[in-house]
C-alpha cells in the first residue's frame, strides 16, 4: 500500500477496498510476519540467536543494507533502479581511506590531512556526485536506468581499483597529533549501548520517512513514479525529482561506505561488490513494487532486516554459506510472487468503468501495475 | 487470396446475424440491444458519431470482446467467439483502426503473424514472401516484403494492415475506418479491392467518418446512435442528410452557453503557431494558426481525426514544442517556458487520455487531486495534513466527484467522475485559461452534461475555456464560439447559432450545401 494513500484514510472513513480481513493482514504485512519467523525458528534452533547482544550485532550488519535500501526505495519508487550503488559504496570507503592518509600537494609541497567530519562531507559529496551522473544520463539523455547504473557500477568500481592499484588502506586511525582521529568512532561506538551504525540507519530512516510522507519532494515522487505523464502535466518537475533520487541514493551509498570501511578499519576496493542487489531484495521484500510508485519506508527496513536476520541466523546455526544463498534467493522470489498477488487483487477492483473507447486504456493501465514486469530483482 | 474462397452456402441472403447485442462497460452501456445483420457479397456500412458504439459492435463480432447479452447466428447457426483467431477460423477477420502491426518486424513476417506457412525444414519464407507481392500486386502498392514496416509511411502501413487481413481468405471482412491515413489514389484502388471481393461472395463491413466516401461504396447504411440502430436502409435509397439526420438525432441537452456577463481581456493568444508532425514527415499538424480566446469564453474546436487538435492544446500547454509562433497569456509570451511555469501562471490542459496522461493510478482519489496545487499547502518545508485535507474536500465537493472518501482508490471511480478528478485537479490551482482535449471521451452523457455545466459555472466566473471534441453534438451545447480544425488550420468559425451541417461541411466530413 502505497503510505500516501493509507496516511489518508482515516479510521471511520470508509473506503470501498478497506474490508478488515486476516488474509489481507497476513498479505500485508507479510514482511514483518516473515522476519517473526526467522526469528522465532532461529531462537529454537540456536541458543545464542535471541539475546540483545545478538541482535544488536544483526542489526550493526542489517545498518549497511537498510541504508542502501532507503535510497534504492528512492529510485525504484521513480520507477528506475540504482545498480552502481554497491561500486559507490566501495569508492567512498577508499576515498575515506586516501583522504586519512593525507592529501599531497606537491606543487605547495605540503600534506593536507583533513579532520574527519570533513571527510564525511566530502565522500557523501562524492556520493552525490555519482548520483548526479546517473541522473542526467537517466532523466535527460534517456539512457534506461538499469544500463546507465549497470555502466556507473563498472566505471565506479574501476575508478576505485585504480585509486590504491587494487590495494586495500588499512590505516584509518588517523594520528592524534594531526588531528584527524575518529573515524573508527562510525563504526565502534555505541550511543545508548546501541552501535553508531544502528543509529545512522535510524536517523535515515527517518529523515526518508519524513521526506516521502510529508514533504512537496515526496508527493512528487510518488506520483512521477506511479505515472510520469500525469504528473508532468500536472506541474510536477519530474526530471529534478529523477535526478534527486539518484543522488539521494549515491549519498545512502556513500554514507554505508563510511560505516562500513570503519566497521573493518580498512578500506578495499572491492567493498560492497553486489551490495545493489541486497538493497534491491530489501525494497522488494518490503512490498514496492519495481515499476514505481508503491511502496514505503517501513517496509524496506523490515526487508532490510528479514535479510540480515535470515542470513546471520544461517550462520549462527552453521549452515554453509552455499545453502544461505539459496535462502536468500528463495525468500526474495517468495516475497515478488506475494507481490504479484496483492497488485493483481488490486488491478481487479470494481468501477474504473468507461465508455467503449476507454476500454484499451484499460489494458494499459493493467500493464502497468502488471507483476510480470517486476521480474528483475534478484 | 487468389484461390477461390471455401464458401459453404449460405443460408439465404444474411451469412451473419446478430441478435439483441448488450455490452456494458461497468455501468456504461455501450450497446443496448442491437441487431445487425451481414449481407452476403455487399458492404454495409457502419455510420455513428465516436462513442455511438461502432467499435465496440465490430469488436464483438470479430471476438475481441464479448458481448454482455445477446446472440450472433452465422449461417443460421448460433456461435460463440472465443478470440479473434477463433473469429478468424470461422471466415470473419477485421481490420482494426488502430494499426496492430509489429514496426520491428518485415511486411511478410507481419502478414503472416501468428499463421506462419510450415515448409519441410522450418518456415517457408519463400512461399510468404510470393503470397505477399501478390497481395500487393493486388492492392497496386509496390511494396518489398522484406520492408520493415517501420519504414513505411502511414498509408503503405494501413495497406500492409488490409493486405494481412485478404490474406487470410475471409467471408467477412470488417473495415474499421481502413482510409484514415489513405490518398485518394490508394483509397480508389481499395474500393476496387473491395468491389472485387463483394463480386466473389465476401461480406465486408465498413466504417467512415468520410460520409461521402463511405456512401459511394456501400450497399447497405446503418446508423447507429447512443447504442441502439436508429435507422437502416439500402444505399441506392438515402443521401447524405438521411445520414447525418439519422446518426446526431435528437440530443441530449448538453447545456448552453453561459450570459448575462461580459467578456473580460483576451487571456490566451495563440499567434500564428505551427507544429511539424513528429513523426518526421514535413507537413505540419498544426499549420500557422492564430486564435485569440477572452476571459470567460467558452471556445470549442472540432475536428476530426488527425486534424491537429490534440497537438495544438498539448503545444499551448508546453508538451509539445513549437516549430513557429508564439503563445501570450494575458498579454505575456509564455512560450519558452516548462509546463510547470504555465500552469503557475494560470494555463492548464486536461489531458486526452486520463488514464494514460491525467491520473496517478498508484494513488488515492485525494492525492491525484492535489498534485498539481501541492504548492498551495506546504508550510515551510511540510506539508500541511490539514490544509490538503480541507483543499480536497472542498474540490470534491466543488467539482461533485462520488467517492466513498478521499483515500479511496482512484481506480474505484467511475470515468466520469475520474474525469472530475483530473478536472478538480487542474481547477485547485486557479487557472485563468484551461484547456480540455475530449473532456468528453469516454463518459456517459449524464456524467457529460455534469462536465459541461462546471465548465459554464467557471466561465461565468472569468475562467477562458478551450474544449476539443470530436462529437458534432457537444459543438453546439455550452460554447460561446466553435472552431472548425481540419488538417491543421481553422477551416470555419462559427457562432453558438450554428448547426450541425455546418460544422460537418467545415471539418470535410460532409458536404451538404
Known sequence: MTSASQNRSRPGSTTSSDGFSVAKLLLEGRAFLALMVIILVFSMLSPYYFSLGNFLTMASHVAIFGILAVGMLLVILNGGIDLSVGSTLGLSGVIAGFLMQGVQLQTLGIVLFPPVWVVVVLVCVLGALVGLVNGVLIAWLKVPAFVATLGMLYVVRGAALLMTNGLTYNDLGGKPELGNTGFDWLGFNRLFGIPIGVLVMVVITIIGSIILNRTAFGRWLYASGGNERAAELSGVPVKKVQVSV???SGICASVAGLILSSELTSAGPTAGNSYELTAIAAVVIGGAALTGGRGN??????????????????????????????FTGAVIVLAVLLNAIQYRRRVKLPGSTGG????????????????????IAG | MNAAPQFEPAAG??????????KSYGGTHALKGVDFDIRRGEVTTLFGENGAGKSTLMKILSGVETPTSGSIELDGRPVVFSSTVDARD???????????????????????MGRELRGATGLDFAEEARQTRMLMADLEEDIDPMTLVQDLRLGQQQIVEIARALSVDSRILIMDEPTSALSATEVEVLFKVIRDLTARGVSIVYISHHLEEALQ????????RDGTITATANAK???LEWIVRNMVGENFDLGSPPTGYAFGDVALSIDDVSIADVSGSDRLVVDRLSLDVRAGEIVCIYGLMGAGRTELLECVAGRLPMTGGRVLLEGKDISGLSIAERISRGLVLVPEDRQRDGLVQTMSVGANLSLASIGAFVKGMMLSRSRERSLIDGTIRDVRVKTAGAGAPIGSLSGGNQQKVVIGKMLTTNPKVMLLDEPSRGIDVGAKAEVFRLLGERAAQGLAVVFSTSEVAECLGIAHRIIVMRRGRIS???GADVTKEQIMAASGEAVLV
Open chain 2, 492 to 494: 470555419a468559425q462559427f
Open chain 1, 356 to 375: 467503449p473507447s476507454t476500454s484499451p486504456q484499460q489494458a494499459g493501465k493493467a500493464r502497468t501495475a502488471d507483476p510480470a514486469h517486476e521480474k
Open chain 2, 90 to 112: 470461422r471466415g470473419i477477420s477485421i481490420i482494426h483502426q488502430e494499426l496492430s502491426l509489429a514496426p520491428n518486424l518485415s511486411v511478410r513476417d507481419n502478414i503472416f
Open chain 2, 13 to 22: 441472403d444474411t451469412v451473419l446475424a446478430a441478435r439483441n447485442i448488450v
Open chain 2, 217 to 224: 461504396i456501400t450497399d447497405h447504411a446503418v446508423v447507429l
Open chain 2, 237 to 239: 435509397n438515402i443521401d
Open chain 1, 246 to 248: 539518484y543522488m539521494l
Open chain 1, 297 to 326: 519506508i517501513r517496509g524496506t527496513l523490515v526487508g532490510a532486516f528479514v535479510i540480515g536476520f535470515l542470513s546471520d541466523g544461517l550462520v549462527i546455526i552453521g549452515v554453509s554459506a552455499y545453502w544461505q544463498t539459496v
